[in-house]
């Protein structure tokens, strides 16, 4: 391979890995890792997978409707947040990404270590 045509398709690979949004799953992010390192993890994107518990879906003061429930994998477990009601179920197996926050103030409510979802797949 001529060198021209080798760096343009190195250039290519760098670039292409640049662009991919990093999520911490694949470097094996549990549930646990998250809530033993939560200053490791705080503001980073991160993807779980584990069973939903304490399922609830509501509607905020402003109409907006939104959906929480705790992701645990055994006996560790994290806050999800998402807006919009997502059909869920208590024990369903999901896989959430999101940003992860150590701690988040919302008004008087202080919740640890949870999970602002954008995605949200059922698993089978």
């Given at each position: 391979m001529e060198r021209?045509?080798?760096?343009?398709l190195l250039a290519a690979v760098v670039l292409s890995l640049a662009c991919v949004p990093p999520t911490l799953s694949d470097q094996g992010t549990s549930i646990r890792a998250l809530v033993q390192n939560p200053?490791?993890?705080?503001?980073?994107?991160v993807s779980v997978a584990g069973a939903v518990g304490a399922y609830r879906e509501g509607v905020s003061d402003a109409g907006n409707p939104f959906t929480r429930f705790r992701l645990s994998d055994g006996d560790a477990s994290v806050a999800v947040f998402i807006w919009n009601k997502q059909g869920l179920s208590n024990d369903q197996k999901v896989r959430v990404t999101g940003t992860f926050a150590k701690v988040k103030h919302i008004g008087t409510y202080t919740i640890d270590n949870e999970i602002q979802a954008n995605r949200i797949?059922?698993?089978?």
């Open positions: 021209p045509v080798l760096c343009g200053d490791q993890y705080d503001g980073k994107v797949e059922v698993l089978r």
